[in-house]
């Protein structure tokens, strides 16, 4: 069974500070993909970022960053100065190597504050 | 706007009653997803079509759920008898031909409230 767990349900944070949100998934499969979405107030999912299983590697794009690690099976996400737009529902999401459907988390809603 | 497009973006129903959900998706995107989500909670997968063949369905998809894609392009997700446990924002996604990736693009929603 494929699982995604995100154990933050809300963060609160001022505006320009760091946050990490964090996210846990389960897999039998060798080959997945990992995902976070964006979930504004406006209720519209906004694709944000893509890992594949088979490489590690953490990048950078801008202010956001992601942690990837297969040993824990997480896949963090990070904001970097985050701003008050920045407040949404984030979400985490994984695919198998099998059919086309997204499992996603629970959610963590990010509130920022001027 | 070339997104995918829900309609409606709202329906009020009596429980008892049927209801239709059209999306659109991106046109060039030959795979379409519908999801539901409640307050609180993510996206859970309720089905989703390649063309017009549906490859596979939730278990969270009753008897009284019923989608189709009958040209390959648009989709309906009809819910019958409706219940207020339906009450949900039903989504719809598409994403595009070949992306093993499984990139999903998503419309706004379509939110049932059934009274």
């Known amino acids: 069974a494929q699982k995604v767990t995100q154990a933050q349900t809300e963060i609160s944070v001022v505006e320009k500070e760091d946050v990490t949100l964090d996210c846990v998934y389960e897999?039998?499969?060798?080959?997945?993909?990992l995902f976070w979405y964006k979930q504004p107030p406006s209720g519209e999912l906004v694709f944000l970022i893509r890992r594949n299983s088979f490489d590690e590697q953490n990048e950078i794009s801008g202010r956001y960053s992601w942690n990837f690690q297969k040993s824990t099976s997480s896949f963090n996400f990070t904001i970097t100065a985050s701003q008050v737009v920045d407040s949404a529902v984030y979400f985490c999401?994984?695919?198998?190597?099998?059919?086309?459907?997204?499992?996603f988390g629970q959610g963590t809603e990010l509130s920022v504050k001027p | 706007d070339t997104g995918v497009s829900q309609d409606p973006r709202h329906k009020i129903t009596k429980r008892g009653q049927n209801v239709t959900f059209r999306c659109d998706p991106i046109s060039e995107h030959n795979r379409l997803y519908w999801y539901r989500q409640t307050l609180g909670q993510g996206p859970e997968f309720l089905t989703y079509?390649?063309?017009?063949?549906?490859?596979?369905k939730s278990r969270l998809l009753s008897d009284r759920f019923s989608a189709e894609r009958p040209k390959g392009s648009f989709s309906t997700l009809e819910i019958q008898r409706t219940e207020q446990g339906d009450s949900a924002m039903y989504l719809c996604?598409?994403?595009?031909?070949?992306?093993?990736?499984?990139?999903?693009?998503f419309g706004e929603g379509s939110r049932l409230t059934v009274l």
């Open positions: 897999t039998r499969d060798t080959t997945y993909y």
């Open positions: 079509f390649q063309n017009e063949a549906q490859l596979e």
């Open positions: 999401a994984l695919k198998g190597d099998q059919g086309g459907k997204l499992i």
């Open positions: 996604a598409s994403s595009a031909k070949g992306s093993y990736t499984g990139e999903l693009f």
